[in-house]
């Protein structure tokens, strides 16, 4: 019996080493068969961690007025980048409204290219893979931090939220949610900057608890913390 299942376990190692999972592992590899007819929305966004006084801070989003949200956004994709999308049968979402940012990486793909999509996306070609855009439009161009203290940032990407293809109630279709976690690393000037801007604009920004962002509540409210906050912790 245990010769067995010594000799039963080699096999699937082989099998399963056999298997061109193009780096995504098993689940993703599964879903590109079983999506393959099938439009899934694809969503590829970047999110900062910044860390301050044991907390995170937050700003509170364009779209969802009454939210607060990690700084970050959707990655875009440049024009060279079109002959490939369009091999994937790609078409825009605008479902958002965002009917004017048609170089958004939200979209719909076939399922049966999700496998090529995550190599062309971490190939980073002809697309996006700086974060500081949105760090700018929204706490720099806004005004809440000041342009001189931020003129240098120094970041590293210290994970990834990737849960496979899901079932979106709110969006009524199947869905794959990516973001790249980057944590910023800041300097003592920077860190007096965010504590002054949180106390001078507190309907704009927030220092959210690891607590509240698990919670989705922050100093009490419920569900005013975007249900992708908790992403920074890398627990979900």
């Not at 000037?189 to 704009?204: G, M, S």
Request: contains cysteine.
């Amino acid at each position: 019996g245990a010769i067995s299942s010594a000799l039963l376990g080699s096999v699937i190692s082989i099998i399963l080493d056999a298997v061109d999972t193009h780096g995504q592992g098993l689940r993703l590899w599964l879903q590109h068969f079983k999506y393959r007819k099938t439009d899934v929305r694809l969503s590829f966004s970047y999110l900062f961690r910044i860390p301050v006084s044991g907390k995170y801070l937050l700003v509170r989003g364009n779209r969802l007025k009454r939210q607060y949200q990690p700084v970050g956004g959707v990655y875009k994709y440049y024009t060279e980048a079109k002959p490939t999308l369009e091999h994937f049968l790609y078409r825009p979402d605008i479902k958002m409204g965002n009917t004017d940012e048609t170089d958004d990486l939200r979209i719909f793909i076939k399922g049966k290219y999700l496998l090529q999509f995550m190599d062309w996306f971490h190939s980073m070609q002809n697309r996006e893979y700086d974060p500081s855009r949105e760090f700018s439009e929204e706490l720099i161009e806004t005004g809440l931090l000041p342009a001189g203290a931020f003129q240098k940032l120094e970041y590293r990407k210290v994970g990834v939220h990737n849960a496979g293809v899901q079932y979106s109630k709110y969006t009524s279709c199947d869905e794959l949610i990516y973001a790249d976690i980057f944590e910023l690393k800041l300097t003592g000037e920077q860190t007096q900057a965010i504590l002054d801007a949180v106390r001078d604009h507190p309907d704009q920004l927030c220092l959210a608890s690891a607590e509240e962002l698990k919670s989705e509540c922050y100093n009490g409210i419920e569900k005013n913390i975007g249900n992708n906050a908790v992403w920074l912790l890398g627990e979900e």
